[in-house]
């Protein structure tokens, strides 16, 4: 199958998913979408039992597409962009040591917390995961999705005061638990040296120096979009900034991920207001808003029928089922002190803690960085905790949350 024809087919899936959510089940469409894909997958595999070989065929050409590619190098950069776009940056700032505490300290430490427990929690049912190994899960895991996060908490209702708290941790802790998991990986491939002094210039090469480079990306297409007043023009800037931007801070061995927020706030604030019409700006923001709903849609889908390619050894499965726990509890250990600490000035709405740990969803981003491990059993069973883990995330917690921020505009009045 072409890559054309499996664009196509991929496009019509989820056209047609989308339909039948917003018809009949109501859910919210990413969740919709997901489930009716890994309801596709397991039809498709009851088929295959039947002497079908759908399944087979369709798995196969799942295989064809890099799912962690398209998502990594493809999709992540507009829908960081999108998620950035519409953040209030005097609101960012005022929530700045939250998120930065949570979105460095916290995921090094979930990652430590969550690589502890599964080494010995793994081992209970004879699955013995080497210390690197289950470092690496750590921190593929450990990051919440910013996409998953952005569709599901606004949909919900979340005080802007928590929203902003929420959000921005998110779009900041994926770049950093990018950079923690490729440190790791590249100490478990031997790639790289396991050093405080290889671990901090990785960092500073890809965080800090991804973060400049953001900076310097939103302020030239800033002048550009200002020497201009035609939105056709404007809004494909808007799109090199996410494609090209992200490509180019990739080429340079940079965080894509960090530049890309940082440019689309200042995009998304500075340009805005001082470079934009508001003929613009609507333009803008209306093909920004329909570009991100459009991927997120396909991108649920594919996590639903990924479903085809994961492993239904008992023993995975159960250390999957296993993992739940483990992570949410790595998510409390991380996320509980600064919290508490910052929270003593008062700046907190209600029931802050619970819903930043119950709303830290995972995403398609740990499903990728699983799909980029090399082949092998330690794959295969980090790749299906990693899945029972974001399944469990999105259709329990992304279902559930929603009571929680409804408890907290209550305690708001």
């Known amino acids: 199958m072409t890559i054309i024809n499996l664009l196509a087919l991929l496009i019509s899936i989820t056209a047609v998913f989308s339909w039948i959510n917003h018809r009949f089940l109501k859910l919210p469409t990413t969740i919709g979408v997901m489930v009716m894909g890994m309801a ?37 950069s507009v829908l960081l962009f999108a998620g950035a776009l519409h953040v209030n940056l005097a609101d960012l700032a005022k929530a700045r040591w939250v998120i930065a505490s949570l979105a460095t300290v916290g995921v090094v430490i979930s990652t430590l917390v969550i690589g502890t427990l599964a080494k010995f929690g793994f ?75 290889g671990a901090l210039t990785l960092f500073a090469t890809e965080a800090i120096g991804g973060a400049i480079f953001g900076l310097l990306l939103g302020w030239t297409a800033n002048r550009m979009l200002s020497a201009v007043d035609e939105y056709q023009v404007e809004v494909l800037l808007t799109l090199a900034v996410a494609f090209g931007g992200y490509a180019a801070a990739a080429s340079m061995h940079l965080s894509g991920p960090i530049a890309i927020v940082l440019a689309g706030l200042m995009i998304g604030n500075h340009g805005r207001q001082q470079a934009m019409s508001e003929e613009t700006r609507n333009h803008v923001d209306t093909f920004w808003e329909l570009l991100d709903e459009i991927l997120n849609a396909i991108l649920f889908v594919l996590i639903g029928v990924e479903l085809l390619l994961i492993s239904a050894e008992i023993n995975y499965l159960l250390a999957g089922l296993m993992a739940i726990p483990i992570v949410l509890i790595g998510r409390i250990v991380s996320v509980t002190p600064p919290i508490q600490l910052l929270g003593l000035r008062g700046d907190f709405p209600p029931r802050t803690l619970p819903l930043m740990i ?53 305690d708001e009045r």
Do not use: H
Request: with cysteine.
């Open 40 to 76: 596709f997958s397991l039809s498709l595999i009851g088929l295959e039992k039947l002497g079908f070989d759908v399944a087979v065929r369709l798995g196969d050409a799942l295989e064809g597409i890099d799912f962690s590619t398209l998502l990594m190098q493809g999709m992540l």
């Open 358 to 410: 119950w709303g830290g969803l995972r995403g398609g981003i740990s499903v990728a960085l699983a799909l980029s491990l090399p082949s092998g059993p330690e794959r295969d069973l980090i790749l299906t905790v990693t899945y029972c883990v974001v399944v469990f995330s999105i259709l329990v917690q992304g279902l559930s949350v929603g009571k929680l921020v409804s408890k907290e505009a209550v």
């Open 123 to 197: 081992a209970l049912l004879g699955l013995e995961l080497p210390w690197l190994t289950a470092f690496v899960f750590g921190a593929l895991i450990s990051p919440t999705d910013p996409i998953a996060v952005l569709a599901i908490l606004r949909r919900a209702g979340i005080s802007k005061r928590l929203e902003i708290k929420v959000v921005g941790e998110s779009l900041f802790n994926d770049g950093v638990g990018v950079v923690v998991f490729l440190l790791l990986f590249g100490v478990m491939t031997g790639k790289e040296e396991l050093s405080v002094g």
